[in-house]
């Protein structure tokens, strides 16, 4: 099947600096990625639909300058997230939706993020 | 608003037991219905779905049918294996959402752990 990968896999900033999680779609292109936030014990949260060569749509409530999504070309998104603070960690996973279902989503294995 | 609810876990079973998560869901119109899993350490992959009313996913000895009367789907299987240990969420679709793309939401997830 179609394979979703995410770097880092687990990363601990302090607070106030900004960190990268790249989203990448290794044997096909997508068009749309998603990214969602995890708490624990918790749904999976759509943050923000990425659509390539154009800009993100943020869902009610997720701040577009505080997440910032970039889907330049057709394997890679990236989520930035800026002036880390502490309420900012939590488990960030992407997908892609299959070209030719776009209801079916392949998911990275999630970001673990710690802001100290 | 339009929600996924699925029973809470743990659930913990021993080796060919038979298992039963239920799902329910809230949503205007038909959505699709995914049940995804997560086995640890990895991202969630598509178990099965279904797209309309009485259909049947299957997929693994797992099924789940979509009952449009009881806005449920309850995801079963018949004889568990230690293998199937791993998170399971279910999730309904909107293909409405912003156009083509498909849109999630997500249950909580159930963790299933079964025991040799």
């Known amino acids: 099947g179609a394979v979703v990968s995410q770097h880092p896999s687990r990363v601990i900033c302090k607070s106030g600096t900004s960190v990268k999680i790249e989203c990448r779609s290794l044997?096909?292109?997508?068009?749309?990625m998603f990214w969602y936030r995890q708490f624990p014990k918790q749904s999976l949260m759509l943050m923000a639909t990425s659509n390539e060569g154009s800009k993100a749509t943020y869902e009610q409530g997720v701040e577009k300058d505080k997440f910032l999504i970039n889907h330049a070309s057709l394997t890679l998104s990236t989520l930035t997230v800026t002036s880390a603070h502490p309420e900012d960690s939590s488990f960030y996973i992407c997908?892609?939706?299959?070209?030719?279902?776009?209801?079916?989503?392949?998911f990275g294995p999630g970001t673990r993020l710690l802001v100290l | 608003g339009d929600s996924v609810t699925q029973m809470e876990g743990p659930v913990t079973l021993s080796e060919e037991a038979f298992l039963t998560i239920n799902c329910t869901y809230t949503a205007t119109g038909y959505p699709s219905l995914f049940w995804y899993v997560q086995y640890p350490g990895e991202g969630l992959q598509l178990l099965l779905k279904?797209?309309?009313?009485?259909d049947k996913g299957s997929n693994k000895g797992f099924e789940a049918t979509y009952r449009k009367e009881t806005t449920s789907f309850h995801l079963e299987k018949g004889s568990v294996q230690v293998s199937d240990s791993a998170v399971y969420f279910c999730?309904?679709?909107?293909?409405?959402?912003?156009?083509?793309?498909?849109?999630?939401?997500f249950g909580k997830g159930t963790k299933l752990s079964v025991k040799p």
């Open positions: 999730a309904r679709g909107d293909r409405n959402y912003g156009g083509s793309q498909g849109n999630l939401i």
């Open positions: 044997d096909f292109q997508a068009t749309t």
């Open positions: 279904a797209t309309k009313a009485d």
């Open positions: 997908s892609a939706a299959d070209p030719a279902n776009q209801e079916t989503q392949y």
